[in-house]
């Protein structure tokens, strides 16, 4: 069974820069994995998505901001988010898909992370 342990949110200004880890457990080799972010009374919405050979897909609202990386030795998910906007502010949440290859869709994963807090302050 796959488990998903996120860190590095926190608060930044806009402009500014944050780091978001995932720690994976169990049998993640070779599956897709990705990033949601949820606003409270707004439904979970894909930010970016990675599949083993390193083909990436991001929401069009985040392209050139932010960097979605997997270290397969370490089962290690990472999103680099640069200049980052108040509306950027929600609960990230780290994602593991039984299907190799990705698309942003919620119903694609089946395993889901607690979640990291990210505000971004005007």
């Known amino acids: 069974q796959v488990q998903l342990v996120e860190s590095g949110g926190g608060s930044v200004q806009a402009g500014g820069s944050l780091r978001l880890s995932c720690v994976a457990s169990g049998q993640t080799y070779g599956h897709c994995m990705g990033w949601f972010r949820q606003v409270p009374g707004q439904e979970r919405e894909g930010v970016a998505a990675?599949?083993?050979?390193?083909?990436?897909r991001y929401h069009d609202s985040v392209k050139d901001r932010f960097t979605i990386s997997r270290d397969n030795a370490k089962n290690t998910l990472i999103l680099q988010m640069n200049t980052l906007k108040p509306e950027d502010t929600a609960m990230y949440y780290c994602?593991?898909?039984?299907?190799?290859?990705?698309?942003?869709?919620?119903?694609?994963?089946?395993?889901w992370g607690q979640g990291t807090q990210v505000t971004v302050s005007a």
């Open positions: 990675i599949e083993k050979t390193g083909i990436t």
């Open positions: 994602a593991w898909s039984m299907w190799m290859t990705c698309n942003l869709s919620e119903g694609r994963f089946e395993t």
